[in-house]
C-alpha cells in the first residue's frame, strides 16, 4: 500500500517525539510491504518564525492532499514566549484551530486507557485502579465555544469580553453518530456529557443525541452533567466506555481522564472527518521545559501513528504491531521519566523509539 503521510513536527519537543514515531512506521513500512512517503510542514511557533503565521495555505494544502496528518505538538512558553505577544490570531494556537475547521476535523478521539505495567502511577486509590480503565472521550472539535463570534468591547469605560458557544442540530447529530457507531465496536455504552439543566446548547445537544440512540439498539446510552462527570471520573472511572461531548467540556475532561491514566505521556488521539482522512497527534502538549533533552515520552505520538494506521490506512494487523510493542517495551520495565518507578529502567525518548522499533 502507498501511505502519503504529511508530518507536522511543530514546536518543543514536538520534533522529538515525530522522529521517534517516524522510525516506528519505518520499520512497520518495512516489515509488511508498504511504500510511506513522508512530507514534513510547519505550524505553530516555527510556522511564525519561518512565515510569520501559525499556518500558511501551501501547508493547508499540502494536508489536504496527503492521506493523513501526523503531528507532534505545538506551542511554547505563554508566559515567556515572545509567539505570545502576537495577536490571538497569530500565536501558534490559530494554526491548530484553523487547520481543524479547515479539514472540518469534527470528531476528536482520545482514549484513555490504565495499563496494568502503569497502574503504579495512576494518581487514583489503589481499591479504584485496581479495577482498571478504557475509556474513548468523542470530543466534537470545529464547533462551540472555540468557534463562536468573539470579541472584547468597551462600554462605557467598562471592559467587556464575549464568547459565544453555538452548536447547530447538524453539528451535534454528525459527532453523535460517530460516538454511537465506535461505541457499538467497543463495549456498546454512551455517556453524553452536557450541562442541559444551564445551556441551551446543551439541551439541544441531548434532544439530538436522543434522535440518534434509536438507530443503535444494541448501545446504551446515558446522559451526565458535565460537574458530575469531572467527579466520577476520579470516584469510578471504570464505569466508562464513550463520552460523548462538545468541544470545550472535551477539552478539559479529556486532560482529566489523561491524568488518572498517570501519565499524559501515554495518550494517543485522532482527530477524522467524514471521509478517511484524519489528523493524529498526542493529547499532550509541546511541554517547551524539557524540549532538546531527549527525555520526552514519545509513545502517546507512536500511538497516535498505529491509530492513523487503523483508522486512516485499515492496516489493522499493522496498528497492533504498534501496540504490542510498547505494551512489550513497558513489560520489559523500560520507562521516561514521566512514568518511571522504582525497580524500572529509564530511558529517553530516542532510546524508547528504538527499543519500540525493534519489538515491532
Ligand atoms: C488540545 C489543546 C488545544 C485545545 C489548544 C492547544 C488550543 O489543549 O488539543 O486539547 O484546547 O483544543
Ligand atoms: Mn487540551
Redesign the pocket.
Known amino acids: 500500500m502507498n501511505l502519503n503521510i504529511c508530518c507536522i513536527p511543530g514546536d518543543g519537543i514536538g520534533p522529538e517525539i515525530i522522529a521517534e514515531a517516524k522510525k516506528v512506521l519505518k520499520k512497520v513500512a518495512e516489515k509488511y510491504g508498504h511504500n510511506m512517503e513522508f512530507t514534513d510542514v510547519l505550524m505553530g511557533g516555527a510556522s511564525i518564525d519561518a512565515y510569520g503565521v501559525p499556518l500558511t495555505d501551501e501547508t493547508i494544502a499540502v494536508a489536504k492532499e496527503s492521506d493523513a496528518v501526523l503531528m507532534g505538538s505545538i506551542?511554547g512558553d505563554t508566559n515567556t514566549s515572545p509567539w505570545y505577544e502576537l495577536e490571538p490570531h497569530l500565536r501558534p494556537?490559530a494554526g491548530?484551530?484553523k487547520i481543524r475547521k479547515s479539514l472540518n476535523l469534527f470528531a476528536n478521539l482520545r482514549p484513555a486507557v490504565l495499563y496494568p505495567q502503569l497502574a503504579g502511577a495512576c494518581p487514583l486509590k489503589e481499591e479504584i485502579s485496581a479495577k482498571g480503565f478504557n475509556m474513548l472521550i468523542m470530543r466534537e472539535l470545529t464547533g462551540g465555544l472555540y468557534f463562536g463570534e468573539r470579541k472584547t468591547v468597551e462600554e462605557n469605560g467598562m471592559l467587556t469580553a464575549i464568547d459565544t458557544l453555538t452548536y447547530t442540530e447538524e453539528e451535534i447529530r454528525r459527532i453523535a453518530v460517530k460516538g454511537f457507531e465506535i461505541a457499538r465496536k467497543r463495549r456498546g455504552k454512551v455517556t453524553s456529557v452536557d450541562k442541559a439543566n444551564v445551556l441551551d446548547s446543551s439541551r439541544l445537544w441531548r434532544k439530538v443525541v436522543n434522535q440518534v440512540a434509536p438507530n443503535y439498539p444494541e448501545v446504551t446510552l446515558e446522559h451526565m452533567l458535565v460537574d458530575n462527570c469531572a467527579m466520577q471520573l476520579v470516584r469510578d472511572p471504570a464505569q466508562f466506555d464513550v463520552i460523548l461531548t462538545e468541544n470545550m467540556f472535551g477539552?478539559i475532561l479529556?486532560d482529566e481522564a489523561s491524568m488518572v491514566t498517570g501519565s499524559i505521556g501515554m495518550l494517543a488521539s485522532a482527530s477524522l472527518n467524514d471521509s478517511r482522512f484524519g489528523l493524529y497527534e498526542p493529547s499532550h502538549?509541546s511541554a517547551p521545559d524539557i524540549a532538546g533533552k531527549d527525555i520526552a515520552n514519545p509513545i502517546a505520538t507512536i500511538l497516535s501513528a498505529a491509530m492513523m494506521l487503523k483508522f486512516t490506512f485499515d492496516l489493522d494487523e499493522e496498528a497492533a504491531a504498534i501496540e504490542k510493542a510498547v505494551e512489550a517495551v513497558l513489560e520489559k520495565g523500560y520507562r521516561t521519566g514521566d512514568i518511571m518507578s522504582e525497580g524500572c529502567i529509564q530511558v529517553g525518548c530516542s532510546q524508547m523509539g528504538s527499543l519500540i522499533e525493534e519489538a515491532i
Open positions: 506551542g494556537e491548530l484551530l477539552d479529556s502538549g
